[in-house]
Nanobody, 113 residues
Framework: QVQLAESGGGLVQPGGSLRLSCAAS????????MGWYRQAPGKQRELVAL???????NYADSVKGRFTISRDNAKKTVYLQMNSLKPEDTAVYYC???????WGQGTQVTVSS
């Protein structure tokens, strides 16, 4: 059974940093591209960053230069390092297995002074 579990969200001041983790169960992880998405109140869910099975990455323009996606296949975990956070980064952040279509339950990130 495929399960994805995000962690690492919280409240942070503008300019601060957080690192999100998404731990996977199941045997799909090393073969799957993984994505981080976010959904702010009243807005559609949007793609933040993608990492392919070989490690290639893509980012939304709004987070380029501030966020870094990475993966550890041995730990079946994908990470999102978020630096220079802005209030507009406030959202629920979700990870997704692009191969299986499964989503995690989400973790709240709030950027506020």
């Amino acid at each position: 059974q495929v399960q994805l579990a995000e962690s690492g969200g919280g409240l942070v001041q503008p300019g601060g940093s957080l690192r999100l983790s998404c731990a996977a169960s199941g045997n799909f992880f090393s073969l799957s591209a993984m994505g981080w998405y976010r959904q702010a109140p009243g807005k559609q869910r949007e793609l933040v960053a993608l990492i392919g099975s070989s490690g290639t990455t893509n980012y939304a323009d709004s987070v380029k230069g501030r966020f870094t996606i990475s993966r550890d296949n041995a730990k079946k975990t994908v990470y999102l390092q978020m630096n220079s956070l802005k209030p507009e980064d406030t959202a629920v952040y979700y990870c997704k297995s692009q191969r299986t279509g499964y989503w995690g339950q989400g973790t709240q990130v709030t950027v506020s002074s």
